[in-house]
């Protein structure tokens, strides 16, 4: 059975009603609507197995892009040591060009991105050691 609840999105109030659905069950009930309310939403499909992988997740040592953007230039090379604050590559996002600095001190291991590449924010972009 069906929940009630009042929802307010933008200043404007909305009845609404919800069916409960548990892990694991399948419902034939449709999405209902209360008198006088919009036209209820479906939730948006899951993206098609075809979608590009999510950005990889950071491991030990790495510096990730704190957005994302276009890789504009990177101001390291593999084998260079880095202090904390040291100026890693530059970012390009909105139009606006933003340093990624060292976040720790260590030998530069890895580099995972190159001028021109688009990353996203949380991609790790290269490893410290």
Do not use: C, W
Not at 27 to 45: L, N, T
Not at 79 to 84: H, K, L, S
């Amino acid at each position: 059975m069906p929940r009630q609840f009042k929802v307010t999105v933008n200043g404007r109030e909305y009845d609404v009603a919800v069916l409960e659905v548990t892990a694991g069950a399948t419902s034939s009930a449709s999405p209902m609507a209360m008198p006088g309310a919009p036209a209820p939403m479906m939730a948006a499909p899951s993206a098609p197995a075809s979608a590009a992988p999510a950005a990889a997740a950071a491991g030990a040592g790495d510096e990730v892009a704190q957005m994302g953007g276009v890789v504009v230039q990177v101001d390291v090379k593999v084998g260079q040591t880095v202090a904390v604050g040291d100026k890693l590559l530059v970012l390009e996002a909105m139009k606006m060009k933003n340093h990624l600095l060292a976040s720790r001190a260590g030998k530069v291991t890895r580099i995972m991105v190159a001028a021109g590449d688009p990353v996203e924010g949380g991609q790790p972009v290269m490893t410290i050691q």
